[in-house]
């Protein structure tokens, strides 16, 4: 059997390449929850105007709050990479922090130019 990783004393190590899957999993997860928090405002207006009535529009938010457990549940379950726990859950609190709550993998470790390129241009 092939070992492709690098390995120190015999034991393998994982390196950051081997995480760049599961991180951009993570990364998917989130950015689906962002959008569907950033659509609420302008999806509630629209519905508004439709409907001329805040009970009409009511439906509308219902299926919005239902998609938002749906997601929220999805990107929970994303696992970290590195140690294999949830990403964003740490027994009961789940924390969208761009770190992961076990291991502090953060969630662009992957991609070194971008988290440590300075702010400049
Ligand atoms: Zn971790």
């Known amino acids: 059997?092939?070992?492709?990783?690098?390995?120190?004393?015999?034991?393998?190590?994982e390196t950051?390449?081997?995480?760049g899957?599961?991180?951009?999993?993570v990364r998917k997860r989130r950015l689906l929850l962002w959008i569907l928090i950033a659509v609420y405002m302008p999806l509630m207006w629209i519905a508004q105007r439709l409907t001329h009535s805040f009970w009409d529009a009511l439906p509308v938010f219902w299926v919005w709050f239902a998609l938002l457990i749906v997601i929220m549940t999805y990107s929970a379950l994303a696992r970290c990479p590195r140690c294999g726990n949830y990403f964003h859950m740490n027994?009961?609190?789940l924390l969208y922090l761009r770190k992961c709550l076990h291991c502090q993998l953060h969630v662009c470790a992957?991609?070194?130019?971008k988290k440590t390129s300075p702010a400049a241009s």
């Open 110 to 113: 992957d991609k070194p130019g």
């Open 21 to 25: 899957p599961g991180l951009q999993k």
């Open 91 to 93: 027994g009961m609190s």
């Open 1 to 13: 059997m092939q070992v492709d990783r690098d390995e120190q004393d015999g034991v393998p190590q």
């Open 16 to 19: 950051v390449e081997d995480w």
